[in-house]
């Protein structure tokens, strides 16, 4: 086909170049409308907004990085940011068949699973589709060494995921003191850091589909406790 003759940057570019608004050219006017620009998170005009904050966070933390890591659904953010410190990858996913998981298990249910075993576990975007999420807190607790540490993100300010609603698995948005509380059943509070991203333009370019890169660093890095975009969470399990 004519199209595998493009290198595959030159096609997303042309892509992102004919969406509408053009990538980059949005205007105020534009966003008054009941549709969103993209109903893919902004994905197919560049990187999403919640992307953004995921990986500033990733990148803050790679130094927790280490040893043997899990993360959930793939290990694209174990290699990316881990990189050499990780001696052994692993990932879980809920569905059997998944091409990259060495470990199929509910998150919620993971008796199966060893205890101990992890240096890092990397949860991003996952408990919202989790209803116990208490139970899968636990879990991640369960499943890291002493002094072992998770990364984990989780929605505030977003849209409904409708083929997961489809699935009956798109349960929670969370705040940052639902974070707080939740995985202090799990981890000391002193052991615990628990923060938001995002701001009200932030949070309206996300809900549209905006990327990313058609916001400026200085309006994507201003931060606005009232609208949570995206909490993090660095849950430390302390050495016995």
């Given at each position: 086909m004519l199209r595998n003759l493009v290198p595959k940057p030159a096609r997303k570019w042309v892509l992102r170049q004919t969406r509408w608004p053009r990538v980059?050219?949005?205007?105020?006017?534009?966003?008054?409308?009941?549709?969103?620009?993209?109903?893919v998170w902004g994905a197919d005009r560049g990187l999403p907004v919640d992307r953004y904050y995921i990986e500033r966070f990733l990148q803050a933390h790679a130094v927790d990085i280490h040893g043997r890591v899990l993360e959930i659904g793939d290990d694209v953010y174990t290699r990316r940011f881990g990189g050499n410190?990780?001696?052994?990858?692993?990932v879980l996913h809920v569905e059997p068949g998944s091409p990259k998981a060495?470990?199929?298990a509910d998150l919620a249910t993971a008796g199966h699973v060893p205890s101990q075993l992890f240096d890092c576990i990397i949860c991003l975007q996952t408990l919202q589709y989790i209803f116990d999420v208490p139970a899968a807190i636990?879990?991640?607790?369960?499943?890291?060494?002493p002094d072992g540490v998770a990364l984990v993100t989780v929605p505030g300010i977003s849209r409904i995921?409708?083929?997961?609603?489809?699935?009956?698995?798109?349960y929670w948005r969370f705040t940052t003191l639902s974070a707080q509380r939740l995985f202090a059943d799990a981890f000391p509070a002193t052991h615990l850091t628990v923060q938001s991203s995002g701001n009200v333009l932030a949070a309206?370019?996300?809900?549209?589909?905006l990327a990313a890169e058609e916001l400026a660093l200085a309006d994507l890095?201003?931060?606005?406790p009232d609208y949570q975009v995206v909490i993090q969470v660095r849950a430390v399990k302390p050495a016995k």
């Open positions: 980059g050219h949005v205007q105020p006017a534009d966003l008054w409308r009941v549709a969103p620009i993209s109903r410190l990780v001696t052994h990858s692993d060495t470990m199929v636990h879990s991640l607790e369960r499943l890291l060494k995921d409708r083929a997961a609603m489809a699935r009956w698995i798109d309206l370019a996300f809900l549209h589909g890095d201003f931060e606005d």
